[in-house]
């Protein structure tokens, strides 16, 4: 899903696993005045025909996305939990893909199985998401759901996440678990421009689906320190 594509300053956003493109609905109304933002559906999730193998995988096809149909760089990427780590994982891969990147709520070095216990609740979603959620969770297929839970917990950063070179910001939620906070710290560490910032009375995923005018601002203010 796209939007604003008239606009050559391109952000791709990658949503979290079992949510679809409207994870970054309200944020992508927001940027399109002035950017082209590419919301691509993950593999195995309601909207993609493709079954949900690896991270990895996931990885090469957004690379191989903005090598075919973006001049192989954009200008930022951002992801959310699941989306966040494919995110690291593209990161890792090609080191200068994108100039800046937000990682929010992800799983770094961390083997936990939270999100085998997703739940609409538990995400504390806004209610006004809920048909959108409802439907697309439906949509996906236990053979997809078992695949990208699994990759969920196991994912471990690659080594070469050390050279990347975009600047890259990543936000977690003060009421998430400590484990999902420690997985931002080893983040923060493992990449040398990176700033970490704990999000007040925030749980896992709040930032970018209930409050897109704050996750706007500090699009923008990272975007505008070039």
């Known amino acids: 899903?796209?939007?604003?594509?008239?606009n050559s300053d391109v952000i791709i956003l990658l949503h979290g696993g079992g949510l679809s493109w409207w994870n970054y609905k309200e944020v992508a109304?927001?940027?399109?005045t002035d950017y082209h933002v590419v919301l691509p559906i993950l593999d195995g999730h309601a909207g993609c025909d493709k079954?949900?193998?690896?991270i990895e995988n996931n990885a090469l096809d957004i690379i191989e996305f903005v090598n075919s149909k973006l001049g192989g760089s954009v200008l930022m990427m951002g992801g959310l939990s699941l989306g966040g780590q494919i995110?690291?994982?593209?990161?890792?891969?090609?080191?200068?893909?994108c100039k800046y990147a937000i990682v929010e709520s992800c799983y770094g070095l961390i083997k936990y199985k939270w999100f085998s216990k997703l739940q609409f609740k538990s995400l504390r979603?806004?209610?006004?998401?809920?048909?959108?959620y409802y439907k697309d969770t439906c949509a996906i297929r236990k053979s997809d759901m078992?695949?990208?839970?699994?990759?969920?917990?196991?994912?471990?950063l690659k080594d070469g996440i050390?050279?990347?070179?975009?600047t890259v910001q990543i936000y977690v939620g003060e009421k998430e678990k400590q484990?999902?906070?420690?997985?931002?710290?080893?983040?923060?560490?493992?990449?040398?421009?990176?700033?970490i910032q704990v999000l007040p009375n925030m749980y896992h995923g709040e930032f970018s689906i209930n409050h897109a005018d704050d996750y706007v601002r500090k699009l923008l203010e990272i975007v505008k320190r070039r």
């Open 1 to 6: 899903v796209e939007y604003g594509k008239e």
């Open 29 to 32: 109304e927001r940027l399109q």
């Open 51 to 54: 079954q949900f193998t690896t």
């Open 87 to 97: 995110l690291l994982e593209i990161l890792s891969q090609r080191k200068d893909i």
């Open 125 to 132: 979603i806004k209610s006004n998401l809920f048909d959108e």
């Open 146 to 156: 078992i695949a990208f839970l699994q990759e969920n917990s196991v994912y471990s």
């Open 162 to 166: 050390g050279e990347c070179e975009a």
């Open 179 to 195: 484990s999902m906070k420690k997985s931002a710290k080893i983040i923060h560490e493992k990449l040398q421009d990176s700033f």
